[in-house]
């Protein structure tokens, strides 16, 4: 993974993200729109830094190890972190810029199997993890919402080749599609960390600048009253 693909994958995310962030600011002005939006913040923030731990954490103990990046122990070691971070990060990263687009106007309906009404409007974060939305799902309805450069961050096709063992081990090395896997989780994996890194500073910009337009606006009133 080039410095260049990173760098346009950042300036494209960011892109793309903050028109959506400027207008839930824009349009979300009480104490009350800040507190969640900053309680949404931290639950993003906390998550990723434990990733960020984890995946030093193994670098670090491969490193150590003198795990050669090329061997069949070093793809098994890392495979199935990067399975995880993909299902987690994925799905959680996914389910604020549903949020973000839903508070953008946009409709996010899912089906529900054993709950009356069938089809149901989603409003909420929690509605998303308890109706258990597939990714892919979320994927397509992101990219038709216009945010393109989400499916080229979590590579999903990836991801099912490893969970599902589409690989092939050859002199003590693992391809994927004939190439080198270790490579591919590798490029992905930076790919993710640097979407995440956008994410975190768009939301630490947003949650400053909607706490000023809410201290704002608290000014704004307690000026308009009538002195007694």
Known sequence: MSKE????IQKEFALQLKPLLNYVIETNRTPQDSKIFARNFLRLFDRIKKIRQIYEYMAQHLKQTAISKSSVFYFFSIAFFYLGVVEITGNFLADFIIAHLIANGHDFHVECAYRTPRIKHITYLKELEEERVPLATKMNFIEDCGITIFRSIFD???RNDIAHMHFEI?????YIR???AE???DSSIKKILAALDVHDKLMRKAASDLDSRVSSLKKTVSNRKPSP
């Open 5 to 8: 693909e990173i760098e346009r």
């Open 156 to 158: 999903t096709k990836l």
């Open 170 to 174: 050859k002199d003590d090395r693992v």
């Open 178 to 180: 004939g190439k080198p």
């Open 183 to 185: 490579d591919l989780i």
